[in-house]
Structures are given as structure tokens and as C-alpha cells.
């Protein structure tokens, strides 16, 4: 049986981080881990030497043979330290790494696809969580309003001062790369993170529109890793994810995308639906008859019903639980997880 990159990963990978007292000693025990393997220990060496130090000048390979590779390591600075650690378990779980950009120069010219750009990933978004809270930004609730159609949760950040926050960017040298997205000719500059529809978390700055960093893909492993980082920005997100799984996202996301072709029938306005604990609304207003703010008991049912109907045509229709009710001219639906 031919197996799977990242199945071949953890099957090789016979010890974790707890086994080691120190970054420093996993660290090594990786290198020999690797030591057979070009691709990997290229791409764990990129991750170390980047991570060495804040102006991204020295490198480890330059460390004398008289000092052990564990030693250099754990002299870091802590904040340096965790971030290397996380950028590093994220590359064993997921088998890439982001790697420094090369500048080169030549005269041959020619269109790079997307698909050939490498984003941030899992390790980078922490270190943007701990600028929104060097910014002094915690616990943030996910915005309704402003919450883009594909995203389930978003998490929005406005008029932050730029000067400030190109600084803070710059204690991070895995967030130095993405300072060219932060316009030098605006005094302010929006950031945002969120959870999209697709299970995708996605990240980075906003101005017309999101201009993104980077995204990973959630699992049951990314998101219980997400529920363990203690900086306080992720305080409203850990809130939310502590009591859904992957699947129960990937619900979620069709719930919001299929319910925006839902037409219950005539009405003035709908809300921007609204995810909390498990629960995922949508607001009409202006439809069927109602009589001093109350809507006619036959159209409640009637509504009812259709919306049932509809609901048994969808695949996820037996994963649910549903509550219809009227209120001063406005109809809710809401849809609960079971």
C-alpha cells in the first residue's frame, strides 16, 4: 500500500515535544530524525535559521562545532522560542512549511499562478493573534454586519494606527514579509481573521476589502490547538470553536450558504445570519399577515411547514433542530445543531 506524506509523517515521528526537556533537544532529535531526508531537514533548517534571532541576519549553521546545536537554541529569546516551536509543529502535522521569500534578479519574466504562491499558515497566525493583543485588542466578538457571505465567524479590527502596527509587526520576524501589504500612505489600517465557510481560518489586512495573509485548514487537531493559545485576542474565537467540531463547521458553512438561496416568500429586509453557541439565525422581515404586530397563526404554520419541506431536501436536515418565531414584524428562523 502506497501511504499517504502525512501518514508517513506520523508513523517516522516516534516522539513529540513532551518527550524533550527542552525546544533545543527536539530540535536535534529532528535533525537526526531527518537526517535522511533532504526535503525535510531543508525545510526544518529554514524554519530554525529564520527564527534565530529578531533581524533575521545570523544563521545556526554558523554556530561553532563547539557549541551544541540545543544550547543556541534555548538562549533565545522566549517569545522567539514559542513561535519557532509552533511554526515547527505545524510543519511535522502538516508536512510544508512557509519559507523565506528568495529576491533574485533576472531578465526572464514570467506569471506565477496562485496555486505556485505559498501562504502563511497555522504557525504566522499566532504570531498575528499576539500583535492584535499587543494592540490591545481582546476579546472581540465575531461581527454580524460586516460578515462577508463565505465566512462563518469574522473577527474585525478597524482603524488601527499603521505606524503601530508596522512596529509590533516588526518584533515578529515571520510577520516582517507581509509589512509590503500595509499601505505606507494611510494613517490606519484594518486587520481581520474568521472562520470560513469552507473550514478554511483565513487571516491577514483590510482595507476596500480583505487583502489575506494567509489560511489554514481546520481539523479536530487545528482546533484543539486553537483552543490551547493563550493570548487573549483568541479569547472570542476559542469561545465559539470550544463546542464545535470540524464536521460541525463544515455544517455550519452549508447551513449559511444554502440558507442564503432560502426565499420564505415576500418580506422587506433579512438579517445578516447570526452564529452563537451552536446556533446559526436568520431574521425576515415584513412577510406574511400580521395583525397588531402579531403574524396570523395560519401563516405561522403555513411558513412552518414550507420551511420543513424545504429543510428534508437538504443533506444536512436530520442534523438539526429548528424554532420559528414571529416577533414585531420580523420572522426568526433558527437553526441548532443537535
Same mark, same amino acid.
Not at 481573521?193 to 485548514?217: Q, T
Not at 403555513?302 to 442534523?319: D, E, P, R, Y
Not at 414585531?328 to 428562523?333: C, D, F, G, M
Given at each position: 500500500m502506497i501511504k499517504k506524506y502525512l501518514q508517513f509523517i506520523k508513523e517516522s515521528f516516534e516522539k513529540t515535544r513532551e518527550d524533550f526537556n527542552s525546544l533545543g533537544e527536539w530540535v536535534?532529535?529532528?535533525? &537526526?530524525?531527518?537526517?535522511?531526508?533532504?526535503?525535510?531537514?531543508?525545510?526544518?533548517k529554514s524554519i530554525v535559521n529564520r527564527n534565530f534571532n529578531s533581524k533575521g541576519s545570523d544563521s545556526l549553521e554558523e554556530v561553532g562545532s563547539d557549541i551544541r546545536l540545543a544550547n543556541a537554541i534555548n538562549i533565545l529569546e522566549d517569545n522567539v522560542k514559542e513561535e519557532m516551536e509552533s511554526i515547527i509543529s505545524d510543519f511535522i502535522q502538516n508536512g510544508v512549511t512557509e519559507k523565506e521569500p528568495v529576491i533574485s534578479t533576472s531578465t526572464d519574466l514570467e506569471q506565477i499562478t496562485e496555486s505556485e504562491i505559498t501562504k502563511a499558515g497555522r504557525g504566522i497566525f499566532h504570531s498575528f493573534l499576539k500583535?492584535?493583543?499587543?494592540?490591545?485588542?481582546?476579546?472581540?466578538?465575531? &461581527?454580524?454586519?460586516?460578515?462577508? &457571505?463565505?465566512?462563518?465567524?469574522?473577527y474585525f479590527y478597524e482603524n488601527l494606527e499603521a505606524e503601530v502596527v508596522k512596529q509590533i509587526f516588526g518584533r515578529f520576524q515571520s510577520l516582517v514579509p507581509y509589512l509590503e501589504h500595509i499601505d505606507?500612505?494611510?494613517?490606519?489600517?484594518?486587520?481581520?481573521?474568521?472562520?470560513?465557510?469552507?473550514? &478554511?481560518?483565513?487571516?491577514?489586512?483590510?482595507?476596500?476589502?480583505?487583502i489575506a495573509f494567509g489560511s489554514f485548514k481546520l481539523n479536530q487537531t487545528v482546533i484543539k490547538w486553537l483552543n490551547n493559545i493563550e493570548a487573549k485576542s483568541a479569547f472570542s474565537l476559542k469561545k465559539e470553536l470550544v463546542n464545535l467540531s470540524y464536521a460541525d463547521i463544515i455544517t455550519l458553512g452549508k447551513i449559511k450558504s444554502e440558507m442564503s438561496q432560502y426565499n420564505p416568500g415576500y418580506h422587506e429586509k433579512r438579517l445578516k445570519p447570526e452564529l452563537r453557541d451552536r446556533v446559526i439565525s436568520f431574521g425576515y422581515q415584513g412577510i406574511g399577515k400580521w395583525d397588531n404586530g402579531k403574524l396570523d397563526e395560519a401563516e405561522l404554520m403555513n411558513l412552518k411547514n414550507n420551511f420543513v419541506t424545504w429543510l428534508l431536501s437538504k443533506s444536512w436536515g436530520g442534523k438539526v433542530l429548528i424554532s420559528v418565531n414571529p416577533n414585531s414584524y420580523w420572522l426568526y428562523i433558527h437553526i441548532k445543531l443537535k
Amino acid at each position: 500500500m502506497i501511504k499517504k506524506y502525512l501518514q508517513f509523517i506520523k508513523e517516522s515521528f516516534e516522539k513529540t515535544r513532551e518527550d524533550f526537556n527542552s525546544l533545543g533537544e527536539w530540535v536535534e532529535y529532528l535533525y &537526526e530524525l531527518y537526517s535522511n531526508d533532504e526535503e525535510k531537514l531543508s525545510n526544518l533548517k529554514s524554519i530554525v535559521n529564520r527564527n534565530f534571532n529578531s533581524k533575521g541576519s545570523d544563521s545556526l549553521e554558523e554556530v561553532g562545532s563547539d557549541i551544541r546545536l540545543a544550547n543556541a537554541i534555548n538562549i533565545l529569546e522566549d517569545n522567539v522560542k514559542e513561535e519557532m516551536e509552533s511554526i515547527i509543529s505545524d510543519f511535522i502535522q502538516n508536512g510544508v512549511t512557509e519559507k523565506e521569500p528568495v529576491i533574485s534578479t533576472s531578465t526572464d519574466l514570467e506569471q506565477i499562478t496562485e496555486s505556485e504562491i505559498t501562504k502563511a499558515g497555522r504557525g504566522i497566525f499566532h504570531s498575528f493573534l499576539k500583535t492584535l493583543t499587543a494592540l490591545g485588542q481582546k476579546e472581540k466578538k465575531s &461581527e454580524v454586519e460586516r460578515c462577508p &457571505e463565505n465566512f462563518l465567524l469574522f473577527y474585525f479590527y478597524e482603524n488601527l494606527e499603521a505606524e503601530v502596527v508596522k512596529q509590533i509587526f516588526g518584533r515578529f520576524q515571520s510577520l516582517v514579509p507581509y509589512l509590503e501589504h500595509i499601505d505606507y500612505g494611510k494613517n490606519e489600517v484594518s486587520l481581520y481573521f474568521g472562520v470560513k465557510c469552507d473550514g &478554511e481560518l483565513e487571516y491577514g489586512v483590510y482595507y476596500d476589502g480583505p487583502i489575506a495573509f494567509g489560511s489554514f485548514k481546520l481539523n479536530q487537531t487545528v482546533i484543539k490547538w486553537l483552543n490551547n493559545i493563550e493570548a487573549k485576542s483568541a479569547f472570542s474565537l476559542k469561545k465559539e470553536l470550544v463546542n464545535l467540531s470540524y464536521a460541525d463547521i463544515i455544517t455550519l458553512g452549508k447551513i449559511k450558504s444554502e440558507m442564503s438561496q432560502y426565499n420564505p416568500g415576500y418580506h422587506e429586509k433579512r438579517l445578516k445570519p447570526e452564529l452563537r453557541d451552536r446556533v446559526i439565525s436568520f431574521g425576515y422581515q415584513g412577510i406574511g399577515k400580521w395583525d397588531n404586530g402579531k403574524l396570523d397563526e395560519a401563516e405561522l404554520m403555513n411558513l412552518k411547514n414550507n420551511f420543513v419541506t424545504w429543510l428534508l431536501s437538504k443533506s444536512w436536515g436530520g442534523k438539526v433542530l429548528i424554532s420559528v418565531n414571529p416577533n414585531s414584524y420580523w420572522l426568526y428562523i433558527h437553526i441548532k445543531l443537535k
